[in-house]
């Protein structure tokens, strides 16, 4: 955290990398993340299976947030079902069916499983005639078990004359990935093969890193060269790099990690007295 020496040292009263995103253009996208946004609302419209892989800290639940938002801000007819599961390992067919019936209906679920499964897919075929599109969004996915997986076909499967009822949008942490591999869990191999993966990429260069940091201040009303300047953020890109045994070096400059580092630097600098995250600043942590 920033401490109050570091807010009065730089002219501000509010923590940049604390409720930073309140609005789409809070969201920093690059080349790849802005694609990997239009993925997902296209997958969204054409009843697609996306998974979305990325580090802790990566910024998933940032473009999870921003594609809903575009949805909502283009006027897009799409009904967003989040199964509430804490325990996403717990996280079955049943469980999926009460979820879709929740949030695409004010019906109560019925008891077994296949009235569940017929409901759902009433429920849904009216409201895709209706003119909505439906969205199964599952954070914490590479908690999901094999077998949920599995059956993840056949909500897919669900149509309506040519029209898929429901799209499949898994968000999970790089062991997603890992689950996702037919030669690992090739039982699965029926919707492994159907799911898309895309993978957030880290912000690899110093002038990515000093992007990213002008959105954050400028929503504070301060410029960012007045608190770190260029050198500094390509100090703290070279921070953020590792080297395999192999000798390949590797970036992981994601948003979490970018922020922590930064709020380092910032008290350092408020501490040694000056008035610039430089890279000196950078490289003595």
Known sequence: MLTLKTFKKFGITQDPFTGDVVKADD??????????????????????????????????????RYAIDRMAAEGEKVRIITPRCVDKTRLATGTICDAIIADCSTETPRRTLEGKARQVERILT???RSGYNHVLMIEEA????????????????????????????????????????????????????????????????GADIAAYLDIKFTRLGKNRKAVIGDAGCEALAAKLRRQTRNGVVYSVAYPLLINNWCRKAMNEAAELGTDLVDADVVNSL
């Open 27 to 64: 969201v920093y996208l690059t080349d790849d993340t802005r694609f990997i946004a239009e993925y997902l609302l296209q997958a969204a419209k054409a009843g697609g299976m996306v998974a979305l892989v990325g580090e802790s800290g990566s910024g998933k639940t940032t473009i999870r």
């Open 126 to 128: 009216n409201s895709s």
């Open 142 to 205: 590479h908690d999901l078990s094999v077998q949920t997986l599995k059956y993840l076909k056949r909500f897919w499967e669900m149509e309506d004359g040519f029209k898929k009822l429901l799209s499949i949008v898994l968000i999970g942490q790089i062991e997603l990935k890992a689950k996702l591999d037919e030669g690992k869990n090739w039982e699965a191999r029926e919707v492994i093969r159907r799911m898309e993966i895309l993978e957030i990429e880290p912000l690899g260069t």
